[in-house]
């Protein structure tokens, strides 16, 4: 029997980017869609993102969204944002701390160039996301799409695990800072 | 056949009350296990949580937690949180904002009445949530539950939803100021 993964520091953040990288990979992956938190105005706010990009060697993690949309005026105003997703097959929680910065015009167009034609529709939309309309058929996809494009660039500044085991819970944290050796915490 | 419920401002609110009772009450059901962000001083933080109630008529949710936690403390600072379901079978998004207060000792005593023995024991632990450990092993459940139980009382201040529907996407928001009477935006 092979040792479980998350009875070691290493094992347990060797997961968290195995577990990343297959979000990038497979659109069933608990990872393909992370709860992405920023803070408005209003205080934090929540949404369901898709995972695009995670390369460990950088730390760096990336997101699609829409220059015009909420999270990118509050990345402007307080660029550090946390990221969360339950992953039930690994009984793991993977909780993110990152900063974020935006590529959008000329520097996203090579990501843009990647975006294949059916999901760059969601960035032509009409009047842009969160006006009032009257009725949701007065929303069209009439914009340029590249116009409005952006990739969320995230670089990991601290990774928190709590894993469910049978035995016990076990809690980590690794951040950049440290070197990503990592310590485990108090459940 | 009967009309698509998200098809409606008063259908779409109906169904985010129907869907976090049921979370309270179906263990399977996905608004229990909400993830809730809270900002502290070094931005925000996301973690699972266990939706424990939901009132529509005073638009209050609960949540339990050991009164020592970094949610704590990060709400005793900034009491504005965030809420976020996703809800598969509903093909919808839920996104709440609220104020946060903290029920705990003589005032939290009703409710820790009602938690079962087994659940108590999350907050029997120590050391304190959070703390470095040599070893997972380090930490064990000697502390008496009743002294760190808390209650969050969240006073939910705005609901924003997002309807993937088959013909098009749906985006509303209702908030207590506008006496959730609701209206649609731009997805």
Known sequence: MTPDPFHSLDG????????LAR??????????????????PDGP??????LRAARRSD????VHTDLRSAKVLHIGREPRIAMHVWDAKAD?????????????????????????EPARRVYAGFPPPGKVLAVPEEHGETEDPADHFCVLV???????????????HRRAVF?????????????
Chains 1, 2 share one sequence.
Request: with cysteine; aromatic share 4%; hydrophobic share 40%.
């Open 12 to 19: 347990t953040l060797d997961q968290v980017w195995q577990r």
């Open 23 to 40: 979000g990038v990979a497979d659109r069933r992956a608990a990872a393909r869609h992370p709860t992405l938190a920023t803070v408005g």
């Open 45 to 50: 706010d929540l949404r369901t993102v898709v």
């Open 59 to 62: 730390a760096q993690l990336e």
């Open 92 to 116: 793991c929680q993977i909780r993110i701390n990152a900063l974020a910065s935006c590529l959008s015009g000329e520097d996203g167009r090579g990501r843009f160039a990647q975006v294949p």
């Open 154 to 168: 995230l670089d990991v500044v601290r990774i928190e695990t709590l894993h469910l085991g049978p035995d016990r």
């Open 175 to 187: 951040t950049a800072a440290g070197g990503w050796s990592g310590s485990w915490i108090a459940p």
